[in-house]
């Protein structure tokens, strides 16, 4: 009997990545904020607030798109987890008796 144990790994990674991506998009995102465009004078000063004011809220849009990629990811691998037990229980049901708590070969993802 195979379970879904095998995507673990690898679905771990990818949401170490993404959370590793929101947490670098957060850095850019402050130094936005905190950039002060009337340092470049009143001729540039609208269009450079402008300018900051966009990509800061473009950098917080990709940085909660990669925050909630991570949480997908985390919720998926919870569901891959409990339809597995899930799986294993019904099978184990139909077993023999003797055989009723045998556990299943825990696949490791590549």
Do not use: C, I
């Not at 402008?50 to 990811?73: I, K, M, N, P």
């Not at 023999?96 to 825990?106: A, F, H, M």
């Amino acid at each position: 009997m195979m379970t879904l144990q095998m995507w673990t790994a690898t679905l771990a990674r990818a949401r170490t990545a993404w959370e590793e991506q929101s947490e670098g998009l957060d850095g850019p995102r402050k130094n936005l904020a905190q950039a002060d465009p009337a340092l470049l004078g009143p001729a540039v000063q609208g269009a450079a607030d402008a300018f900051l004011t966009t990509w800061e809220q473009r950098v917080l849009a990709l940085r909660d798109r990669a925050s909630g990629h991570a949480d997908a990811l985390a919720q998926t691998m919870y569901d891959l987890l409990l339809t597995d037990q899930e799986s294993v229980q019904a099978t184990q049901g139909l077993l023999l008796w003797e055989d009723r708590d045998t556990q299943p070969v825990e696949a490791v993802g590549p």
